[in-house]
């Protein structure tokens, strides 16, 4: 009989997948990445992550140079590890609803993979999920794959993920918590059992609960956290309308409550993101169907949608019409230290901009790659910063990066037709900038 292995695999090999994979790996345990892209696949073989990520590539390279990690389109090797973490896309349907085509698919691979191997064998549901899914969908096509029944010689368990883009290493180094959602004790035990290898130095907070609770935690804490960004863009839309109101004083007061907290506190253009809008949407249409209408959660959406024109707005007012007026978009990626541009908010105000006339010239440093996949042709993209300023009648500074808030008050003075500046992230230091027509989210002013 083959030994039990210690080794650790994951199909699925996106932000999740690759950057939980590799840092298991850099603690010395024998991880086995698995995806059906070829060309990921090619790259990965070489120390090269398909994606920008602090620290992923240097650590990647390390873990592929001490042949710690194996990467391969053949799912049958799945069979050489005794744990498989799920971590493939869950994206949404034109209704919103949760699509689990691809989580259905790898199950079924991981299943065929493991049937007929005599060894205990832990499949893990890292993806997010729709509360019921593991036990629901994932147990029957798991059980028919493998013909064997969940228990004593197949575990199942959820195990949502929590980390954020940017910070995707440093929060798989040190999560704030570890959920697993265990189907029964055997399952709950072996995870358990692994992260403390994985974390054998630090204590992380662990709930251990049911697989449906384990997924609906990690929806309640995309709907919370959506909800804080809108609930503060609401205050900041309402602060613009006041003369001197301040959103970030008005963030950094309340946050010193400690019932409310001071980080998640920042206005700005709206949340982007590959996560937020289709969790969103998923729990939307998952608690409809169980008879519920979640209105909360449909208005953190709409003043999302929203907040791009409140920023279209911000630049209206500053030129009144934006007919065949040169806009400098400084910021393409949903936030700094991502090349990442899916459902961000530069998307929606470069489309309203595009919509009433005005000329989009755009810069980002990391994603100008994406943006020449996503963004319209006609939208000018430039390779630095200053070169997207010229010329410009008002610049729109999207994202926070660092890169943004080094821009001295001459390099926009020196290029653009006229001063004319909207902060939608809040980063400029206004006092720097006299002479400057600035209006920024969440701030009042005399003629609001
Ligand atoms: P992603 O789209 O970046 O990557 C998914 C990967 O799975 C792709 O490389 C794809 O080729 C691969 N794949 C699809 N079907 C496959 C199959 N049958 N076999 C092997 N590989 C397959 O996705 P992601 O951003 O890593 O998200 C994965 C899941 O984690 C989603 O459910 C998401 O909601 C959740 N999540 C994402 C984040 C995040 O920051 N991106 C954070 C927490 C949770
Ligand atoms: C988010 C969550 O933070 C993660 O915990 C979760 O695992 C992940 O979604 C997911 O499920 O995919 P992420 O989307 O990578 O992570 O990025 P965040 O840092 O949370 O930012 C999301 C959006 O909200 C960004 O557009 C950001 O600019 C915006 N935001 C965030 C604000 O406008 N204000 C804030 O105070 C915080």
């Given at each position: 009989?083959?030994?039990?292995?210690?080794?650790?695999?994951?199909?699925?090999?996106?932000?999740?997948?690759?950057?939980?994979?590799?840092?298991?790996?850099?603690?010395?345990?024998?991880?086995?990445?698995?995806?059906?892209?070829?060309?990921?696949?090619?790259?990965?073989?070489?120390?090269?992550?398909?994606?920008?990520?602090?620290?992923?590539?240097?650590?990647?390279?390390?873990?592929?140079?001490?042949?710690?990690?194996?990467?391969?389109?053949?799912?049958?090797?799945?069979?050489?590890?005794?744990?498989?973490?799920?971590?493939?896309?869950?994206?949404?349907?034109?209704?919103?609803?949760?699509?689990?085509?691809?989580?259905?698919?790898?199950?079924?691979?991981?299943?065929?993979?493991?049937a007929g191997s005599p060894v205990y064998h832990l499949v893990v549901i890292k993806s997010t999920v729709t509360p019921g899914t593991t036990t629901d969908v994932v147990r029957p096509v798991l059980e028919a794959a493998t013909e064997k029944v969940c228990g004593p010689e197949l575990g199942l368990s959820s195990n949502p993920e929590f980390l954020a883009e940017g910070s995707a290493i440093k929060g798989t180094l040190q999560p704030d918590k570890i959920v697993i959602g265990a189907l029964d004790s055997k399952s709950g035990a072996t995870l358990t059992k692994l992260y403390r290898r994985i974390y054998s130095k630090t204590k992380i907070p662990t709930v251990v609960t049911d697989p449906t609770t384990a997924e609906t935690i990690k929806y309640a804490s995309n709907a919370f956290l959506a909800t804080r960004v809108s609930t503060i863009n609401t205050i900041a839309n309402i602060c613009q309308r006041v003369p001197k109101a301040d959103v970030e004083t008005v963030a950094k007061a309340i946050g010193l409550d400690p019932r409310i907290g001071p980080l998640y506190l920042k206005a700005g253009p709206g949340y982007g993101g590959s996560c937020f809008h289709k969790d969103l949407q998923a729990l939307i249409s998952f608690s409809r169907s169980v008879n519920y209408d979640p209105i909360l959660l449909s208005a953190v959406e709409e003043v999302n949608q929203r907040q791009a024109s409140e920023i279209v707005n911000l630049s209206r007012k500053l030129l009144g019409s934006l007919d065949n007026r040169r806009i400098a978009v400084l910021g393409l990626a949903f936030k700094k230290d991502t090349d990442d541009m899916r459902e961000a908010a530069s998307l929606r105000v470069i489309d309203e901009l595009l919509k009433n006339g005005a000329s989009v010239s755009a810069y980002d440093p990391m994603a100008l790659e994406t943006a020449r996949r996503v963004l319209p042709e006609k939208v000018e993209l430039l390779p630095d910063a200053i070169s997207c300023l010229r010329r410009a009648d008002c610049c729109i500074v999207m994202t926070e990066w660092d890169e943004f808030r080094r821009l001295k008050p001459s390099d926009y003075k020196s290029t653009m037709k006229a001063p004319n500046i909207v902060d939608a992230r809040r980063i400029i230091k206004r006092d720097d900038f006299e002479g400057f027509n600035y209006l920024a989210v969440g701030l009042g002013t005399s003629s609001s």
């Open positions: 009989m083959r030994r039990e292995s210690d080794a650790v695999s994951f199909i699925g090999l996106g932000y999740v997948g690759l950057c939980t994979a590799t840092v298991i790996a850099s603690k010395g345990i024998k991880t086995i990445g698995v995806d059906v892209d070829e060309k990921r696949i090619e790259q990965l073989r070489k120390g090269n992550p398909p994606f920008h990520e602090p620290q992923l590539q240097q650590m990647l390279k390390a873990v592929v140079r001490k042949n710690r990690m194996e990467f391969t389109t053949d799912a049958s090797k799945i069979a050489e590890a005794n744990t498989t973490f799920i971590t493939v896309g869950t994206p949404s349907k034109d209704d919103g609803s949760i699509d689990l085509t691809y989580v259905k698919k790898a199950t079924q691979d991981v299943g065929s993979a493991i």
